[in-house]
């Protein structure tokens, strides 16, 4: 028990406080408050540390054979005692991390349905339509001040899971929590359930959700628009987070309400984020400044255009004309290089076109189309970006080709889980004979190549969002600009402080709790500069911010 932190007063007694995950501290109650909240004989005589409670979890996880088993069992520990669940998180996210998020939490949604135990969030259906806003004010909230919401179209690299996605709004909550001290008394995952297309889950005999196919159109547009508006009466004031929505929707629905409430997708906006940190500390690593890189990005969809829309504002941030720093950026899909001469560009894709004519001399296999080796071939660019979501496309031939080209290329097959990455960390240093800079989106272990050892960034959005929704609640900011995307990278790019390339590009993810309030800091302070939140002293910003960080401690409690 932290005697440090201010005791509680609690009204409910015994098996209730017990059933309740945000006050229930299991053995750990002590002898006191046994007394007072009517526990003796519901709990072992025992009284436990939070510190004894977490390392039976420990050897739990230990007897557990897969991760997903060890997946359900912090899940379990989730759903009866959270600041255990979170303490274990803190503790240990290099460990943790990869159990609650990617690359499990993918696996965990495909069997959603099958090993669902215990509710958590919100599921909003399309035949629940007309009574939204009741749903959102009877959740088990008094304060929500994030909520994360999904429709379930595009689950990681796995496509349409329906309502078994709120699997990742769960896990996303946990990590702003865990790595930046978000209360979890204060987050709701939800996930809006408008039927889904996937026909092996929707015709499943566990499976859960609305068993219709996916809507689309107005009625889509119509269901979106009424929990927005719900969202907006019952929670004024909170930060809606959009996730794993489908491209065809990500985009026009951040552009449609990100000026009607505080609003931000973290697959466009943390995913180009992050990405953008990882090219800025890969080049101060290497000497090369951001605006004389050459970007090469593979998956021209919402995550691939929003790295590369980012890449452009870092780059004009820096001191190139946009015009320059488009010329700068590469983008290629299943049908080659996009160049303005296509005419079934997104309207997304327009603006990231290469024009046909400034390309027409290159060397190319194909007369029609202009290949990603190609692209290398001719470019010969300083870093690649894999965002497809397709196991395998960086070949040998395109990382040797990356190599020649380049002495020390900056390489991110980012796309999760582990089964759906470009190319293995092993593979790019191998091909590269060691020269590579490599940041993943999946954990890989340090690879040893002639006898040196590289250290494999993890390019995690875990190292933005959490810390852009600290700075966004602290400071009471009421929307969430491109500028506090952009203060964001540049806090987190400073926060490397190796000058040794092997040593990774990012900063250890064992103190994303630091660099998160690093973040909160440069995010709350923008925010305030862009005129998004209430002006104060430097001093009275960073004290919000440790007063809204929550730690992962047992209180004591007073009926």
Request: aromatic share 6%; with cysteine.
């Amino acid at each position: 028990m932290n005697e440090h932190l201010e005791p509680v007063h609690v009204q409910e007694r015994g098996v209730e406080l017990l059933s309740k995950p945000l006050l229930n501290k299991g053995t750990a109650f002590s002898l006191v408050e046994r007394d007072a909240f009517g526990l003796h004989g519901l709990l072992p005589t025992n009284v436990e540390t939070i510190e004894q409670r977490a390392d039976r979890i420990r050897s739990q996880l230990e007897l557990e054979t897969t991760d997903l088993a060890r997946h359900e069992l912090l899940r379990g520990v989730q759903d009866y005692d959270e600041t255990l669940f979170l303490r274990l998180l803190v503790d240990d996210i290099d460990g943790m991390l990869p159990l609650v998020y990617t690359p499990t939490v993918g696996e965990a949604c495909q069997q959603f349905s099958r090993i669902y135990q215990h509710h958590r969030g919100l599921f909003v259906s399309w035949p629940d339509r007309e009574r939204i806003e009741k749903m959102l004010r009877s959740a088990p909230r008094d304060k929500v001040a994030v909520i994360v919401v999904t429709d379930g179209e595009r689950i990681l690299g796995l496509g349409d899971q329906g309502a078994d996605g709120l699997g990742i709004p769960i896990g996303k909550l946990s990590l702003y929590s865990a790595c930046a001290g978000i209360d979890p008394a204060t987050v709701l995952p939800i996930v809006l359930d408008v039927g889904t297309n996937n026909t092996e889950r929707r015709d499943h005999p566990d499976y859960l959700g609305w068993r219709h196919e996916r809507l689309t159109g107005e009625e889509y547009d119509a269901f979106i628009e009424a929990f927005v508006q719900a969202v907006t009466n019952v929670f004024p004031e909170v930060l809606l987070q959009w996730e794993d929505f489908a491209e065809h929707n990500a985009h026009r629905l951040l552009d449609r309400y990100r000026d009607r409430l505080c609003t931000f997708n973290d697959d466009i906006q943390g995913t180009a984020t992050v990405a953008l940190a990882s090219v800025m500390s890969g080049g101060r690593l290497t000497g090369r400044e951001l605006t004389d890189q050459r970007v090469v990005i593979l998956g021209a969809g919402t995550a691939g255009t929003g790295i590369a829309e980012q890449l452009v504002a870092g780059m004009v941030r820096a001191g190139a004309s946009d015009t320059e720093a488009r010329a700068n950026l590469f983008m290629v899909d299943r049908n080659g290089l996009l160049t303005d001469d296509m005419d079934d560009l997104q309207s997304f894709q327009e603006p990231l076109a290469q024009k046909a004519e400034s390309v027409s001399s290159w060397d190319t296999a194909s007369a029609t189309e202009i290949s990603l080796l190609d692209v290398i071939r001719n470019v010969k660019p300083s870093v690649l970006i894999g965002v497809t979501g397709v196991r395998g496309l960086f070949t040998e031939d395109v990382i040797r080709a990356m190599a020649s080209g380049d002495d020390h290329p900056l390489i991110m097959p980012l796309s999760n889980p582990l089964t759906r990455a470009e190319a293995t960390a092993e593979d790019v240093l191998t091909w590269t004979n060691g020269t590579a800079l490599v940041a993943t989106g999946s954990p890989f272990d340090p690879v040893t190549i002639n006898g040196v050892t590289h250290k494999i960034a993890q390019s995690n959005n875990s190292y933005v969002f959490p810390g852009v929704g600290l700075g966004v609640v602290a400071s009471k900011a009421t929307r969430v600009s491109d500028n506090m995307f952009m203060a964001a990278a540049e806090a987190l790019a400073a926060s490397v402080k190796t000058t040794d390339a092997n040593e990774g590009i990012l900063p250890p993810l064992a103190e994303v709790r630091s660099v998160s309030r690093r973040i909160a800091v440069a995010v709350a302070k923008q925010a305030q500069d862009d005129g998004l939140a209430p002006a104060t002293t430097a001093a009275e910003l960073e004290q919000a911010i440790d007063a809204a960080t929550w730690q992962p401690e047992y209180r004591s409690y007073l009926a």
